[in-house]
């Protein structure tokens, strides 16, 4: 009974841990964004004052669309949740770990994409399919970069269990693994050089221009997601370059904080010294990124036969 | 108790089906539900544990006495087979009713009969002829439902390719088994992989059952006959028929011995069959056509499963574990595909039925006049993307795990798992962009055309069937564990050695997680739908940049919306493209049409054929039915035959 219930109190505090600090993240991002263009910016926690302000919100719905233009940013939200749940978080381990639990993890994150691409589609404007198209053609390339990644970690540590994955840091592979994820993790949260969320040309946005039509809960609940979306791939890509799994609990998360803490700044940094990519150059990009995680599995494989 | 009595008694069914197929068609549907219950219950009976039940007769046909078996990989077989003919015979009788169809509809009932007999047939035969009699029987009953609707030249120019290329395939068959007869000396199968000198006829049972499956480049009959024949019929041509193509190279990479390159090829075929299929369909615009280029990556997907299953029996026992978790995702995706491409091609009927049209661009907004349609339609499009927590998902999942297993033992199989993973990856996601196409160009948004406008939602009987369907899907997807009896035993009947009825425990947990995940997934739209309803949610235009005229012509077309894609595969998919530009300051007209030819067919086999039939005629201006000519070819051949002797002799 009392392991029963310190599982329980760790799995709410691991829930409550990823609810409320994902919309820290673009929080962060955006002071960074002010403070490289020399603006005081928005304040850090600009987002949960959002979120809290669109829940209260009515919502306007579109003549064309079916409840489907509700649920679909309501699975979305669910299946990206339960991807997080099965990241492990250093030495504490994930909520649920199984053997393939890593393939679930990429899948959930297919299906979010997919009720998105299905919301967008609701409204029939062109806009919103244009930017369904866009969404899922390049997550075709990040998909292919995301499963190459795993397969490194996979060859690496021998398993294909998140947590025995995680645990040990990627190796010598670990530098190209690090830029290939980033990349992915720029791609996969619609940030510059692929998309730029602070545009106001409909003609050049992927993901913004998905949820022109929403508004209220529903807009809130993709913002949410979109958060942790952004929170999960940041975290993915510090537990598969540092060691956490072997830090004591304090140490790994110290480590894992700042982990993120680095790659968010780094998101930011990215955003305010680059550019957006013309679009036919997005493809590009993707493929380095996949050729980055492609030699991390080459590496990976030659430092297990030494 | 035994199964034979009931294997016996399905057949019966069917043969009754036929018998009142015409005078009395209302027996016609009890008799083959009848007839598939109890196929049903012969299957499972064997799948849950009973033995394998055999039968010899001294009742000959064709000179050879009968042999009969269902074992477990048979059993997995006729299980689809009883599931889908029962609920598509279902679905015909709302579908292709004596009424709208009098000319056809008769020849319907009969052809699904036969059709239904000898799958069966072939399933439980276990002798090289009758086999070969079965799989003829029901290649001809298949082309006679494909072109029911013989009317229209494209149904009978697509039933005339099926017929060409299956007998093309019939052929390397016939060869196949001669071949065996001719060595073991009886026509008579069963295991024999101790007869090493059979192994080269693995390449003639890959070409026959490849071309039967599906199997790029293969495939070329595949498209134009599932897309022209009534939807019924193209759900048991894609949910069945092709899978009979796997059973037999399944069954018989059991029973023969294999040459070394045997599973890398079926692999590495896989994987372009499953890359490939799946950019095709991204470049179709016709709702039947799509989905039938989408059976030709889940074909490919299965074949991965058994090629590297092929492996890794070479690879000893070492490999078993991965082995039987890709060959037993394989296996269980031959479930899966036959369920949901059934249930989507029912829909796509459905769809056809209430519009009379199967172009994406003419359709759009369905949902309002089709929910049920519109709601099973995408729970199949969620399914065969392979996403969780439906059926697609749990047997590509044991298909990867077999891969990453494979890839962690760094033997000689690690290196061809890695691309084989990668493209199986690449493969999940287009197919995901292909399906958010689909249901988002003809169930939603605003209809593109009067007759989308017009739509209504299909009765009882259609909905019915394919809820059967749907809901085998999500049992499939919500408890994968209590589905791997049979898969394990169908594995067993092929690899005895791999024999383990413990399902792996990640597939449980994975079953607990999607009935999680399905449970979160209901309570948290219901949440967010009564939020987003606590005050009346005021209706408005779709927001079109401010333009307060939106028409349903700017929405995103199913071309417009897979063109990234397409362009990266333009290599292969070779569209062709007409465009009109507006030109002068007030264009009056301006057009863009495009459209993807089945490439393999038009820039190989048609230029291919255009040579022989070139040399053929070339060759007929001998036979002019001049006596005096004949006459002097005849001096010619006995003088040819003459000289051959001579010199023959003097050697």
């Known amino acids: 009974m009392n392991a029963f219930a310190i599982a329980f109190v760790e799995f709410v505090v691991r829930l409550a841990g990823w609810l409320v600090l994902a919309p820290l993240l673009p929080g962060i991002i955006n002071k960074v964004k002010a403070w490289v263009g020399g603006r005081r910016g928005p304040p850090v926690l600009q987002l949960y004052y959002d979120l809290a302000r669109l829940w209260q919100k009515g919502v306007v719905l579109s003549t064309l669309v079916s409840p489907g233009f509700v649920a679909g940013p309501a699975v979305a939200w669910v299946a990206v949740l339960g991807a997080a749940l099965l990241l492990p978080l250093g030495p504490i381990g994930a909520s649920l770990s199984f053997h393939g639990d890593v393939l679930l993890l990429i899948y959930l994150l297919a299906l979010a994409r997919f009720c998105m691409a299905w919301a967008a589609m609701e409204t029939g404007s062109a806009f919103e399919g244009m930017g369904a198209a866009r969404e899922v053609s390049y997550a075709v390339l990040a998909e292919a970069a995301l499963i190459t990644a795993v397969l490194a970690l996979s060859v690496h540590s021998g398993s294909v269990t998140l947590v025995t994955m995680l645990t040990p840091a990627a190796g010598a592979g670990a530098v190209l693994l690090a830029a290939g994820l980033f990349t992915v993790l720029l791609a996969e949260n619609c940030r510059v050089p692929f998309d730029d969320p602070s545009t106001h040309l409909e003609l050049t946005m992927i993901h913004e221009v998905m949820i022109l039509d929403h508004s209220g809960p529903p807009l809130a609940a993709i913002l949410h997601g979109a958060s942790m979306k952004l929170l999960l791939f940041a975290v993915l890509l510090v537990e598969a370059v540092l060691p956490l799994g072997g830090l004591s609990r304090l140490a790994a998360a110290g480590a894992l904080a700042a982990g993120v803490l680095v790659v968010t700044v780094g998101v930011g940094l990215v955003e305010s010294l680059m550019a957006r990519l013309a679009f036919r150059r997005v493809p590009l990009l993707l493929t380095t990124a996949f050729l980055l995680c492609l030699f991390a599995l080459l590496v990976a494989w030659k430092g297990g036969d030494a | ?651």
């Open chain 2, 1 to 651: 108790m035994s199964p034979g009595p009931l294997l016996f008694g399905a057949a019966l069914g069917q043969l009754a089906g036929m018998i009142v197929s015409r005078r009395a068609p209302r027996f016609w549907l009890p008799a083959t539900l009848a007839s598939a219950v109890a196929a049903l219950g012969a299957a499972l009976f064997v799948l849950g544990g009973g033995a394998e039940w055999q039968w010899r007769s001294d009742f000959a046909i064709a000179g050879d006495s009968l042999h009969l078996r269902l074992d477990g990989l048979s059993a997995f077989f006729l299980v689809l087979v009883a599931v889908v003919v029962g609920a598509g015979a279902v679905y015909s009788r709302e579908y292709w009713t004596d009424a709208a169809h009098p000319r056809s509809a008769t020849a319907g009932r009969f052809w699904w009969s036969v059709l239904a007999l000898s799958l069966g047939v072939v399933l439980v035969s276990s002798n090289g002829l009758h086999f070969l009699i079965g799989w003829e029987l029901f290649t001809l009953a298949a082309f006679f439902l494909i072109t029911l609707d013989r009317q229209r030249g494209e149904v009978r120019a697509a039933g005339w390719l099926y017929l060409g290329a299956s007998h093309v395939g019939t052929l390397a068959l016939f060869a196949f088994f001669t071949g065996i007869a001719a060595r073991t000396g009886g026509w008579d199968l069963g295991p024999m992989r101790g007869h090493a000198e059979l192994a080269p006829l693995f390449w003639l049972a890959l070409f026959g059952f490849g071309l039967k499956s599906g199997m790029f480049p293969l495939h070329i009959w595949l498209p134009s006959a599932h897309a022209n024949a009534p939807s019924h019929v193209s759900a048991i041509l894609s949910g069945v028929t092709i899978k009979i193509g796997i059973y037999g190279l399944v069954r018989f990479t059991g029973w023969l011995p294999v040459p070394a390159a045997a599973g890398w090829t079926i692999a590495a075929a896989g994987v372009v069959s499953a890359v490939l299929g799946v950019a095709f369909a991204l470049g179709q615009h016709n709702l039947k056509r799509l989905l039938a280029y989408h059976s030709v990556e889940n074909i490919g997907i299965i074949l991965i499963g058994v090629g590297f299953g092929v492996v890794a029996v070479a690879h000893g026992s070492d490999a078993a574990s991965w082995g039987r978790l890709a060959l037993a995702g394989a296996l269980l995706h031959v479930w899966n595909h036959g369920l949901f491409k059934s249930l989507l091609f029912l829909g796509a009927g459905s769809v056809l039925h209430a519009t009379g049209t199967r172009e994406m661009s003419r359709l759009g907004g369905l949902w309002r006049a089709m929910p049920w349609t519109a709601t099973l339609f995408a729970l199949g499009a969620v399914a065969i993307s392979g996403l969780p927590p439906l059926n697609g998902f749990v047997s590509e999942w044991l298909v990867y795990l077999g891969l990453f297993d494979a890839a962690l033992t760094r033997g000689a199989a690690a290196w061809a798992v890695v691309p084989a993973a990668i493209l199986l990856g690449v493969t999940g996601a287009l197919a995901l962009a292909c399906f958010a196409k689909v249901c988002g160009v003809v169930f939603l948004g605003a209809p593109r055309s009067e007759a989308a406008a017009r739509a209504h939602e299909s009765g009882p009987a259609m909905r019915g069937s394919m809820l059967v369907l749907a809901a085998a899907c999500v049992a499939i997807g919500l408890a994968p564990v209590m589905f791997w009896p049979a898969v394990a035993r169908a594995i067993g009947a092929w690899e005895p050695a791999w024999v383990d009825a413990t399902p792996p425990d990640s597939l449980a947990v994975l079953g607990w997680a999607h009935l999680v995940l399905a449970a979160l997934a209901l309570a948290g739209a219901l949440v967010l739908w009564r939020r987003a309803h606590r005050v009346t949610a005021p209706r408005a235009l779709t927001w079109d940049c401010g333009y307060a005229a939106p028409t349903a012509r700017m929405q995103y077309t199913a071309g417009s919306f897979a063109g990234i894609v397409t362009e990266w595969f333009d290599w292969i998919l070779r569209p062709v493209r007409h465009a009109e530009r507006p030109e002068v300051p007030f264009p009056e007209h301006a057009g863009w049409t495009s459209h993807t030819p089945e490439t393999v067919l038009e820039h190989i086999v048609h230029p291919v054929g255009g040579v022989v039939m070139q040399i053929s005629a070339a060759t007929r201006r001998l036979q002019h039915g001049r006596l005096a000519a004949y006459l002097f070819y005849l001096l010619v051949g006995v003088a040819a035959l003459g000289t051959i002797v001579v010199i023959d002799v003097s050697q």
